[in-house]
């Protein structure tokens, strides 16, 4: 029996026979494409060459017309059915063979019947193959029948909307290349189903003929035609998309039921019943199935830098998360559990996708804190559910007020409230859940409004100014016509001293406010004569989406003109500094990967001329230990003075040099790749020893050497949200400055204690073994001073209030703890129902288990008495406290009309 290994591996080896490029697969996430959020097919990093672009790439020479891949695919349309079908993945491997006007159907149809039939790839039966092509596929028709030898009753011909590129594209559009198709399929036999391959043909849908391969011939190209119908025309190149399934084939390989008994998942369900203790039933067992299916989904999306979050992107790996997670509690799993589970993913798929390996500890971590973070929430939200759906009957309908404070307060994302009441038959209030989140995020923006930019709300007005050209990566000043002036949101002519101005400049060497960095700050000079000279101070620099740069700020003396020549000129002490800490985020990205592995991904940036902040995607705080050894690395470099160099290319040749990216920014098709020429040892720092690089996507300022950044120290690391960390540090004369700030500080601190820098631990540790000592003490004499009030009873009012006993009892002197303590000491010795002590400003209430069984609250009695004292407080229902009292004995006054 094949393994999923060995036929992923048959493939990419058969295409490399035929003369093809073993090509990575393209991370999960997309960025390059607006249409995608998920890879989705194998050919969609190769649109660029489908539609003429050269088929070169990055590391490989020469040009290659053609590929195979394995390529990872993410796809959640459908993902309810996960799980309850045989079929659906919201991950899988697809395999392609692809070409760029190289071979054309002939090829494609005969190359994939000998890999199908022949005993030394896959060996399947041939007798049971069957294919589907375009209805008027001639070519097709012929390959498959004359050449193949299929015989024509196990050839079904379809429509557009089945066999065709991009689904019904003649008619439905889109424009572009387009072509049929011919889908292959597998006869499983008459215990998956007894319809017929006739059948089939009237009704395209068969547990029993399983599709396992498509090929596409985009063999034309679509346009609008003059009566409004679409046109096809000839591509002029004879391309091949085709996607094989990889776990489809296995399944017919391995000749199981479904894709869960394959050997792939089957170490993954074992694990599932193994910690739940609950068998494996096969398509009884949903949730084993959907834990499985969803945690390689999550691990390999994980793995390739998407992270837990509310973005697009990673709302969706939490969506899914959580859908495992819910099925895991319905296993009785009511604690992280499924994070142990990754270890079998990095198993199974690990040689394939070696960047599991490295990730692994990492994706684990963020897995089990995203399990805890919901099953906080899970169980309270399960319950609140529960008790909406006590009088619910089939077919009845969950309102959307109900299902949005079930997202709003418990977290409950809309589809897994559909899916929980869906098992019930009863359906949710769509509209009115859109209409409250609605109105809520409305109420949101009307407590945070403020007054737009012009250039965010009225960027219109830039419309015919062209984009600027910035001259600034090799100069800090030039000359440069003034073709655009605003003043008061408005396009105007000119403006004089004293006026608040936005200037916009045919050049500029200041660098836009963008890729984190701020903009730069300088002063625009200019003479137009002895008597008409002027300047400007500008305080911020940033562009339009359209490429203008805007240089802000304000007259100092004169008057500025359309078509004036200026002199701009940069504020070079903060440009230096700025670019000093710029240059030091990338060796920072570049260490913390190094330390603590390759999932750390940039989340975020900001850089100044007094600081940088760096957020990336960790799972848990980074030890001390770590950040002192990422320190250090990053001082290497500028110990080592390495030269940094800038070279523009195109996007996808950058990515293929290992080029970093910020995850969810916009690049255009040429992008500048900045790289630090001179790679550090981590001899001494890590316990592996290895060279680490810096290379980067960046449109930003830098150093023209890691020497010129002087020094780097790490200021602060902290979590900003779940699964993404912040560091902030100093270079060059600002690191200087705190080190030397923290040096002073440490001596006068050390001073004041009358001890040495070196012997201040040990001095403050026997300070604060003092202090312990001390605070016993005075807990032990206020709990004197609540006792000698107490003797014998003294002091305490004894009363019945609502039929429930009462004790009640002021002092003198006390508070906190103390407080607390002579309330459970009072309940103890009274056994009241009800105990209310107060002293100083502070009152605490008690309540026994037996009136709190009957609807008797601490919480509610406290606020009441507090109001009456002009306090406040709260609490449980059985302690509650207040504090700030006024008038102590108007609160305690008041517990004889408390339940009034």
């Known amino acids: 029996m094949l393994s999923t290994s060995q036929i992923r591996e048959k493939y990419l080896s058969f295409f490399e026979s035929k003369g093809h490029l073993r090509f990575p697969s393209h991370p999960i996430p997309v960025y390059t494409d607006p249409t995608l ?8 990093q190769f649109k660029p060459q489908f539609v003429g672009a050269p088929a070169k790439f990055a590391g490989v020479e020469g040009e290659w017309k053609r590929v195979t891949t394995a390529q990872k695919v993410i796809r959640i349309g459908d993902i309810e059915n996960v799980g309850r079908t045989l079929r659906h993945c919201s991950f899988f491997e697809m395999m392609g063979n692809f070409s760029f006007d190289s071979y054309f159907k002939k090829e494609a149809i005969e190359w994939a019947w000998e890999f199908i039939t022949d005993p030394q790839w896959l060996g399947f039966d041939g007798n049971k193959i069957y294919v589907t092509i375009y209805k008027d596929d001639e070519e097709a028709f ?21 066999n065709f590129w991009p689904q019904n594209a003649p008619k439905k559009g889109p424009n572009g290349p387009c072509g049929p198709c011919s889908e292959i399929f597998y006869d499983r036999g008459e215990a998956f189903g007894t319809d017929t391959w006739e059948d089939y043909a009237k009704n395209p849908e068969s547990d029993r003929f399983l599709e396992f391969w498509n090929l596409v011939f985009p063999g034309y190209n679509r346009s609008d035609g003059e009566d409004g119908t679409g046109a096809l025309e000839d591509l002029g190149r004879r391309n091949i998309d085709t996607g094989l399934g990889l776990i489809r084939a296995v399944l017919i390989a391995q000749d199981v039921a479904d894709l869960y008994d394959t050997d792939d998942f089957k170490p993954l369900i074992s ?19 959907v834990i499985a299916e969803h945690l390689r989904m999550v691990t390999m999306t994980l793995t390739d830098g998407v992270t837990f979050g509310t973005g697009e992107r990673e709302y969706v790996v939490r969506k899914v998360m959580r859908r495992a997670s819910r099925h895991a509690y319905l296993l009785g799993l009511k604690e992280p559990i499924l994070y142990t ?4 993913v990095v198993e199974t798929l690990g040689v394939a996708y070696p960047e599991l390996v490295g990730a692994a500890e990492s994706v684990a971590k963020q897995i089990r804190l995203e399990e805890t973070s919901f099953l906080e929430t899970l169980g309270k939200g399960i319950i609140r559910l529960e008790k909406l759906l006590e009088h619910k009957k089939s077919g009845d309908v969950l309102s959307g007020d109900d299902a949005f404070t079930l997202y709003d307060t418990f977290g409950f994302p809309l589809d897994l409230t559909k899916e929980i009441v869906e098992e019930r038959g009863v359906s949710v209030d769509e509209d009115g859940y859109k209409a409250a989140l609605k109105k809520a995020q409305a109420l949101a923006r009307g407590a945070s409004k403020f007054k737009r930019g012009l250039f965010e709300g009225q960027s219109n007005l830039l419309e015919s100014i062209a984009a600027t050209d910035f001259v600034g990566y090799s100069s800090t000043q030039t000359t440069a016509k003034v073709i655009g002036i605003v003043a008061n949101d408005e396009l105007v002519s000119s403006a004089s001293e004293g006026a608040l101005v936005q200037i916009i400049l045919e050049s500029t060497p200041f660098y836009a406010e963008g890729g984190g960095q701020i903009g730069d700050t300088g002063m625009l000079h200019w003479t137009i004569s002895a008597m008409q000279s002027g300047e400007i101070a500008v305080a911020n620099t940033f562009k339009t989406a359209q490429g203008v740069f805007v240089h802000e700020g304000t007259i100092l003396r004169g008057t500025i003109k359309l078509e004036d020549n200026v002199q701009a000129s940069v504020e070079t002490s903060a440009r230096r500094a700025t670019e000093r800490h710029h240059t030091a985020t990338h060796l920072l990205q570049a260490a913390l990967r190094a330390v603590l592995g390759s999932s750390v991904n940039q989340a975020g940036s900001y850089v100044a001329p007094d600081r940088l902040r760096f957020d990336f995607t960790h799972a848990e705080s980074v030890s001390s230990d770590d950040l002192s050894k990422v320190e250090m690395l990053v001082n290497r470099w500028i110990q080592a003075d390495f030269s940094v160099s ?3 290319m195109s996007l996808e040749a950058a990515r293929k040099t290992g080029a970093m990216a910020l995850f969810g920014e916009k690049y255009g098709d040429v992008v500048r790749v900045v790289s630090v020429n001179g790679d550090v040892s981590s001899i001494g720092i890590l316990d592996s020893v290895k060279q680490i690089s810096s290379k980067e996507l960046c449109g930003g300022t830098h150093v023209p050497s890691t020497g010129s950044i002087g020094s780097f120290v790490i200021v602060s690391e902290e979590s900003i949200k779940a699964g993404v960390r912040r560091i902030e540090a100093l270079c060059g004369e600002a690191a200087v400055q705190y080190t030397r700030s923290a040096i002073e500080q440490l001596k006068n601190a050390a001073r004041a204690l009358t001890t040495t820098p070196e012997q201040l631990p040990e001095r403050l540790e026997k300070l604060f073994d003092e202090q312990k000592v001390a605070a016993k003490e005075i807990a032990n004499l206020k709990a004197a001073v609540v006792r000698a009030q107490t003797a014998g009873g003294a002091n305490v009012d004894s009363l019945e209030i609502a039929g429930f006993k009462a004790a009640r009892l002021q002092l003198e002197g006390v508070e906190g703890a103390a407080l607390k303590t002579a309330a459970d000491d009072l309940m103890d010795k009274s056994k009241a129902d009800i105990v209310v002590v107060g002293s100083g400003g502070g009152i605490v209430v008690k309540v026994s288990k037996e009136a709190n069984s009957k609807g008797i609250k601490a919480g509610d009695i406290i606020r009441k008495l507090a109001q009456a004292g002009g306090g ?9 406290q207040a504090g700030g009292i006024k008038d102590v004995s108007a609160a305690l006054a008041a517990l004889e009309t408390v339940f009034n």
Do not use: C
């Open 37 to 44: 959020m998920f890879s989705v097919a194998g050919m969609s």
């Open 271 to 289: 694990a599932v019943v193994k910690m739940s203790g609950k068998p494996y039933q096969g398509t009884k067992s949903v949730s084993h199935r």
């Open 142 to 162: 012929e390959y498959w029948t004359k050449n193949v030898g299929l015989d024509p009753s196990r050839v079904n011909r379809f429509d557009a909307d089945e």
């Open 341 to 344: 589970l990754v270890p079998i």
């Open 646 to 648: 800038a070279e523009n």
């Open 872 to 880: 406040n407080g709260g609490g449980s229902p059985a302690m509650a």
